[in-house]
């Protein structure tokens, strides 16, 4: 039998050896003389190993207990529940502890609860004890014990934003600034308790992603005060899990207000030719069709809607099913339409298909710029490379082209489905207007001296 000296050294735990040697008695003492010292210390091993976390980047649920210190990042409000049987209310208080390796919910309760709400400043450090587990958010911490510490300090900022792609899930607080890209509008529930909640989805954008933000009660309210191409700041955030996509949930603790900050979100569609079956990816382009909504019933009984809209690109063009609210969208013909989050699927005739659902948002926006002076050669801002010439088109001389606007700018793009040709004119045309060109050919580019719309 190794001796417990040789099994200490096989521990990898900041523990000393005395300690260990105690926590091995007590096992013994526990197991009423049903294991002998060896398996007593090996038990002792397995738990103080499954509680090491040199950071709180690395707490996980299965941890029976870890011992760390974090920077306060945010404190929740006091809140007092009552308890079975007691007198007494419980009180808890959630606070978010940082370190430069990740965030994690934490909660005190009762007496020190108290004690924290009104002596525990945000940007404090703490070493703190406790016990983690599944949280609504993620893994959480029951805090058993934490005291203020000097000795040690962390660089992370307790008041500093986070942009879209900083987010990771459990985060509380969250501070974000972004542009607004769609917003829905408000909807009533009723709670288990028999109340009625009310909520709102929008999208925020910046220039590292774009994230879906669930608006709750008077923060639902707050979401219709906002336009879409505004920049807002949104504070007092929640990021969640939601089929395995971020959210951020803002509830009545939370702000939404206007900033005079610049951000751009910047789309980075899926060109429509690459589209796959089954994913679910964002699509831009001109609208080239557009039919009128309609109403059906569903297997239930209610009322839903639908609208079709054909978006294209520099590499093709898909049919786009929008349902339930998408469908009373302000899109018009030659729009430029940004698609989030639409689900690729069968369609007729075997043609892939967009949908629209609940969780997809839509946006009209400017084509993307151009630059002053393009080349042939140059990307056409968000239309893909363009094809080569038509062959009427290829030499110096009198020529025509009929297509559909694929770019607006200097030059326009006209496509007719095999070709694209660059056309040189100062009339104002608009994404996927069809038509045909009439002019003078220099260099492969038509000169416009007569446009006529199809």
């Known amino acids: 039998m190794p001796e417990l000296a040789a099994l200490f050294d096989e521990l990898d ?75 007494e ?33 945000v940007g404090d450090v703490l070493q703190f004890r406790g016990r983690p587990k599944d949280g609504f958010n993620g893994v959480e911490v029951d805090i058993d014990g934490a005291e203020p510490t000097t000795e040690v300090d962390f660089d992370v900022d307790p008041r500093g934003r986070q942009q879209v792609g900083e987010l990771s899930l459990g985060r509380t607080g969250v501070q974000l600034v972004g542009e607004v890209l769609a917003v829905d509008s408000v909807r009533t529930f009723e709670r288990s308790d028999g109340s009625e909640g009310r909520v709102a989805n929008m999208q925020l954008g910046d220039d590292t992603g774009r994230v879906r933000c669930t608006m709750w009660d008077g923060m639902a309210d707050a979401v219709e005060t906002v336009s879409v191409g505004e920049v807002v700041e949104v ?21 939404i207000g206007p900033t005079d900050e610049a951000v751009t979100y910047v789309p980075d569609p899926t060109p429509i030719a690459a589209l796959e079956l089954g994913a679910v990816t964002d699509i831009a382009g001109g609208v080239i069709e557009a039919t009128p909504k309609r109403t059906f019933d569903r297997d239930d009984g209610s009322e839903g809607q639908v609208r079709n809209i054909r978006l294209k690109d520099a590499s093709g063009d898909i049919r786009v099913a ?16 940004v698609a989030v989050d639409v689900e690729v699927r069968d369609g007729w005739q075997e ?22 002076a393009p080349t042939e050669s140059a990307t056409l801002s968000g239309f893909g490379e363009p094809d080569e010439p038509a062959d009427d088109a290829a030499a110096t001389g009198p020529g025509s082209f009929t297509g559909t606007v694929v770019q607006v700018g200097s030059p326009v793009i006209l496509d007719d489905g095999t070709a694209t040709q660059q056309v040189e004119t100062d009339a104002t045309v608009r994404l996927g207007e069809q038509l045909t060109v009439h002019g003078e050919v220099v260099d492969g580019r038509l000169h416009a001296e007569q446009i006529e719309r199809v």
């Open 351 to 372: 043609d892939l298909e967009a949908s629209a659902g609940w969780r997809s948002s839509l946006t009209v926006r400017d084509p993307p710029a151009q630059a002053d």
């Open 13 to 87: 735990a900041e523990v000393s050896f005395e300690a260990f040697e105690s926590a091995v008695a007590e096992k013994v003492e526990q197991l009423g003389g049903l294991a002998d010292e060896e398996t007593a210390a090996r038990l002792v091993m397995h738990e103080l190993g499954a509680q090491q976390a040199a950071c709180i980047g690395e707490i996980t649920a299965a941890m029976e207990e870890v011992q760390l210190a974090g920077k306060v990042m945010s404190i929740g409000e006091l809140r007092s529940f009552d308890r079975d049987e007691e007198e």
């Open 322 to 337: 929008l349902w339930g609210e998408h469908a009373d969208a302000a899109i018009e013909l030659a729009d430029y339409v």
């Open 89 to 121: 209310p419980g009180h808890v208080l959630n606070v978010e502890l940082a370190d430069e390796s990740g965030r994690v919910r934490a909660a005190m309760w009762d007496g020190m609860a108290r004690d924290a709400a009104e002596q525990l400043s």
């Open 235 to 255: 504070s007092g955030g929640s990021v969640r899990d939601r089929d395995g996509n971020l959210e951020l949930h803002v509830g009545e603790q939370g702000r």
